[in-house]
């Protein structure tokens, strides 16, 4: 077994000299804290991976301790992992065009066609010119004890060159010092060529490139936004683009933009429902159709998972010397296909010494070494029934390289996929790529984890790529030329929510300060304004029954109410699944966030991560703290959206959700407090109250000081212009808004405005003799809401109406129809 870090007499290489310092300086409990800062660097910059079938994402594991290559030997990689991606994109262009590989008898056919990722819908038309198939293509590579190997193909949809620069961007900061020293080549140049490559033979004055994906809730979707923003193109679903008249387009604000170049992180299979998948939602009905007319290119080729095939393995090296000409640089891991009956009587003889697997990805391995007698007779039945559809490979010993684990630095087994993509000088080779501490050694299953950076140390040598697209020069990425429907709704609710937590994390701060200061008092006034209050944040958060089963009458709390209370609180402020809490508020704020990563700048992901571990840990006993500190991120949230964001139409859609929702929520809070409010002091106590919940107790002091009443107050909370809390000017922000996009002004945003211009605020707040309450400002602020709530409904119909998303296409009910 290969150590990494030591030679054969256990002495430091030098390569690994600083590093080695690094390990024997720190101790034990050095290393924890560097593992710690790791962590919590991840978290800031939200670097996350969604485990299938998860409800939610988890931290991205990474070894702070990097995999260090030399650049002398990286070269010998580079050209060998080069010269494999010319090979598959030689291969897939055969196999999808004139196929004399097979004719040949170079491949048997059963190694294609028997194989599920091979795709007939895609093959080229006779007469047809060759396309490109391949652009990204990722190798993953181990040392054996004779040298490196490569143990597995990516072609699909290679994943992992994101999170490889949010590896570097991580590890760069726990080890600074020894980043700075050690001239460690970049990873930018990759994805430069990337944007080089994803407009190049095409004329790149019009070229609109968009990276295809799942949604938010896929495994990758941090990487995917990494890898939007990175290159500069937007993420979109299927949903967002059509097929119109031979050509794609995505789905804007407004129009529809033509699509050039489609870089799919969707598996083939999903792309289209008419060609392929018929129960695909997440695809494009008629994408495959647009691609054989040639009016939009598709990055990979979908026919590209044939190429994932274990079972070309064995076939690889003949491959090579007739398509390039050349002896293949790096060899495989030994590997037999059953399909071959010399190969499956080798296999059959030698089972202990094998690992089975399915040709197909995803499939479930099997060691044969531990299978007893009747398992190993299944197993061959199995194969001989199918024999096209398993491999079996020789198990390699992958070298070892010191990785820190729960009781210290400790030597572990690790792989390395490197990445290689066509760009407009031939193919560029990532200077460096995604390490990996494999729970086992064979990666068949996906990105292995916890993940290693890797540093390629010493001067890059002339690039010896074959060219690809010619020699264009790069010309900067166009500015996308709009936002599509489905992320202007995302940023809506970004907006809404973020204004939402912030609006309950206030009037829960001054709910929490006065069941501190009136629970147990005996003041009747004191008492009188708390359940005012209680009953006023269950109206404004909408969470009935809430506190209300739990008063008694209007001068004091149920009798065991005070714990109930208490639970109840708790419950609005931590409780993520209960609409209407702080949590739920700040839970659906993330998620939001999520599905527009792309757009927000990486500073977001440092407040929402500190925002879930203050809310983890607050309680009743310290509301008043953490929800302080709970605004302070909210606030710093707030700063981002207003400093950071281009003022365009996703912007003005984000400001437009937050108004409105700060509109809501004061017309909810005046409602729920005002309309019914007690007499005498517990009204003083109550409008006091609500100044607070409204950001507005001191500009409320400083105006009103001698004219304490409630006219006052609805003058600073309602038609106040040049107040940031009151409605009027929410109106006037979302009137500008929404001038700056498509459509004309909603007609119930004209309706609010006008009720607030015709309202008499003193006739308002007269009360009726009878009841006590005040049935004109009740009928102001009710009107007002219904308004707001149109209005919401007008944005949402205007720019969110969803696109229809493809339905399965099954002939019986078409026919019957």
């Not at 295809?212 to 923003?229: M, R, V």
């Not at 399909?339 to 391995?365: M, S």
Request: proline letters at 7%; charged letters at 25%.
């Amino acid at each position: 077994m290969h150590d990494e870090m030591r030679d054969g007499t256990g002495a430091v290489r030098p390569l690994w000299a600083g590093l080695a310092g690094v390990l024997d300086g720190a101790g034990p409990d050095g290393l924890a804290a560097r593992r710690a800062d790791t962590r919590r660097l991840l978290a800031d910059d939200g670097v996350a991976y969604h485990p299938p079938g998860a409800e939610t994402e988890q931290l991205w594991e990474l070894d702070p301790l990097p995999l260090i290559i030399d650049g002398a030997e990286w070269a010998g990689l580079e050209r060998g992992v080069a010269q494999r991606a010319e090979l598959f994109d030689r291969l897939l262009r055969d196999l999808y065009g004139p196929r004399s590989v097979i004719t040949r008898g170079l491949l048997p056919v059963e190694v294609v066609d028997g194989h599920p990722g091979y795709l007939h819908a895609w093959r080229r038309p006779a007469g047809a010119p060759a396309r490109r198939e391949l652009f990204l293509s990722a190798v993953d590579l181990g040392r054996s004890p004779d040298g490196w190997v490569v143990l597995d193909d990516r072609v699909q949809a290679p994943s992992g060159a994101g999170y490889a620069m949010a590896n570097r961007r991580v590890v760069a900061r726990v080890l600074s010092a020894l980043h700075r020293r050690s001239g460690i080549r970049r990873l930018g140049p990759f994805f430069e060529a990337m944007r080089t490559g994803l407009r190049g033979g095409r004329d790149p004055e019009d070229q609109r490139v968009v990276l295809l994906n799942p949604g938010p809730d896929s495994e990758t979707a941090y990487e995917q936004a990494l890898l939007s923003a990175l290159l500069g193109v937007p993420l979109v679903l299927g949903s967002e683009l059509t097929v119109r008249e031979g050509r794609l387009w995505q789905h804007t604000l407004g129009r529809l933009d033509p699509v050039d170049v489609v870089l799919r992180r969707l598996d083939a299979e999903w792309c289209d429902p008419l060609d392929l998948r018929p129960d695909s939602r997440l695809g494009v009905p008629g994408l495959v159709e647009t691609a054989r007319l040639g009016t939009v290119s598709v990055l990979n080729g979908l026919g590209a998972g044939v190429a994932e095939n274990p079972g070309l393995v064995p076939f690889l090296p003949a491959l090579c010397r007739a398509l390039l000409g050349e002896e293949l640089l790096l060899p495989g891991t030994p590997t037999w296909w059953c399909g071959d009956p010399r190969a499956f009587a080798h296999v059959r003889a030698r089972l202990d010494e094998l690992v089975l697997t399915p040709v197909v990805r995803g499939g479930q391995a099997v060691r044969g070494a531990g299978l007893s007698a009747a398992q190993r007779e299944d197993l061959l039945a199995r194969i001989a029934a199918e024999p096209h559809a398993w491999a079996a490979q020789r198990e390699p010993v992958l070298s070892t390289a010191p990785t820190i684990t729960d009781a210290g630095a400790a030597d572990r087994p690790v792989a390395l996929r490197t990445f290689t993509v066509a760009s407009g000088t031939g193919w560029e080779v990532l200077d460096g790529g995604l390490g990996s501490v494999p729970a086992g050694t064979l990666l068949r299953d996906g990105v292995a984890t916890p993940a290693k950076d890797v540093w390629v140390v010493g001067e890059r040598a002339e690039p010896t790529g074959r060219p690809v697209f010619g020699t264009d020069e790069a010309v900067p990425a166009p500015a996308p030329g709009g936002v599509s429907p489905r992320v202007a709704e995302d940023l809506f609710w970004l907006g809404r929510y973020s204004e939402r937590a912030e609006d309950t994390a206030r009037l829960l701060r001054a709910v929490t300060d006065r069941w501190a200061d009136f629970q147990s008092t005996p003041d009747p006034a004191g008492a009188n304004a708390l359940r005012a209050l209680l009953t006023a944040t269950t109206a404004t958060t909408r969470t009935a029954p809430g506190f209300g089963p739990l008063l008694a009458d209007a001068h004091r709390v149920a009798p065991d109410g005070p714990a109930a209370i208490s639970a109840e609180l708790r419950s609005l402020l931590r409780d993520r699944d209960r609409a209407g809490t702080l949590g739920f508020a700040v839970h659906r704020l993330t998620r939001a966030a999520q599905a527009v990563r792309e757009l927000l700048s990486t500073d977001t992901w440092l407040v929402l991560g500190r925002l879930d571990a203050v809310l983890a840990d607050i309680t009743t006993e310290d509301a008043s703290d953490g929800l302080n500190r709970v605004l302070e991120g909210l606030l710093a949230l707030a700063g981002i959206a207003a400093e950071s964001l281009v003022r365009d139409a996703g912007w003005r859609l984000l400001d437009a959700g937050r108004r409105i929702e700060r509109a809501q929520h004061v017309v909810a809070l005046l409602r729920a407090t005002l309309c019914d409010a007690p007499r005498g002091p517990a009204d003083r106590l109550v409008v006091e109250s609500v100044t607070i919940a409204a950001e507005s107790v001191i500009t409320h002091r400083r105006r009103n000081a001698g004219r304490p009443g409630v006219a006052p107050l609805l003058a600073l909370l309602l038609t106040d212009g040049e107040n940031p809390r009151a409605v009027a000017y929410q109106l006037a922000r979302l009137t500008d808004d929404l001038a700056h996009l498509p459509g004309t002004v909603p007609e119930a945003l004209d309706a609010a405005v006008r009720a607030l211009a015709e309202a008499d605020l003193v006739a308002v707040t007269a009360r009726d003799s009878a009841s006590g309450t005040r049935p004109a400002l009740r009928a102001l602020l009710t009107g007002l809401g219904a308004d707001l709530d149109r209005l919401a409904d007008e944005i949402a119909a205007a720019h969110f109406a969803p696109v229809r998303g493809p339905r399965p296409y099954d002939p019986l009910v078409a026919v019957a129809s």
